[in-house]
Antibody, heavy 116, light 107 residues
Framework: QVQLVQSGAELKKPGASVKVSCKAS????????ISWVRQAPGQGLEWMGW????????HYAQNLQGRVTMTRDTSTTTAYMELRSLRSDDTAVYYC?????????WGQGTQVTVSS | DIQMTQSPSTLSASVGDRVTITCRAS??????LAWYQQKPGKAPKLLIY???TLESGVPSRFSGSGSGTEFTLTISSLQPDDFATYYC?????????FGQGTKLEIK
């Protein structure tokens, strides 16, 4: 069965970086992209970007350009999302999901808290 | 960017009701539109993709329609499990934007 398992909760100070992993299993990893979506407390969903697991090409939300990098490791079928220069408003649950759009399987979410 | 505006923001309804949620795009787009259901503390669940295609395993009481700038999600007969927040998302143009969500509450 398809599964996306994300890394655990993170507590970071402002200005630091965080790298969240998303381990995929149960399907051919390179046949689908991985999208990243975040949700601030009590807020809606925000699309962050996606990466092609096939060739590593990525597209990012413009408001995160320069701070976010999405990568993947095909040998371990794991995708990563790194966010730098963290601010308090980056506090959110971060989700990975299979596919470029129409995301049919989702990870369980990773809580990232940014606080001094 | 394509802005997606959902209405209403909150909807109160009863079990058995037929409800419709609307998602309007700020510019005309193709049918690359998805609908998700999210319950508190859980990841979103894909219901509909390509505006009207029902995801495998999703009950047939859910349906999607629309084109251009207006899209709708309809639940034909509300069940207790359907009370949740619903989001539309366009994946026609980067960035792939979500609507702000519609919270479906029990009346």
């Amino acid at each position: 069965q398809v599964q996306l398992v994300q890394s655990g909760a993170e507590l970071k100070k402002p200005g630091a970086s965080v790298k969240v992993s998303c381990k995929a299993s149960g399907y051919t990893f390179t046949s689908y992209g991985i999208s990243w979506v975040r949700q601030a407390p009590g807020q809606g969903l925000e699309w962050m970007g996606w990466i092609s697991a096939y060739n590593g090409n990525a597209h990012y939300a413009q408001n995160l350009q320069g701070r976010v990098t999405m990568t993947r490791d095909t040998s371990t079928t794991t995708a990563y999302m790194e966010l730098r220069s963290l601010r308090s408003d980056d506090t959110a649950v971060y989700y990975c999901a299979r596919g470029e759009g129409q995301n049919d399987y989702w990870g369980q979410g990773t809580q990232v808290t940014v606080s001094s | 960017d394509i802005q997606m505006t959902q209405s209403p923001s909150t909807l109160s309804a009863s079990v058995g009701d037929r409800v419709t949620i609307t998602c309007r795009a700020s510019q005309s787009m193709t049918n690359w539109l998805a609908w998700y259901q999210q319950k508190p503390g859980k990841a979103p669940k894909l219901l509909i993709y390509k505006a009207s295609t029902l995801e495998s395993g999703v009950p047939s009481r859910f349906s999607g329609s629309g084109s251009g700038t207006e899209f709708t999600l309809t639940i034909s007969s509300l069940q207790p499990d359907d009370f949740a927040t619903y989001y539309c998302q366009q994946y026609n143009h980067y960035p792939y934007t979500f609507g702000q969500g519609t919270k479906l509450e029990i009346k």
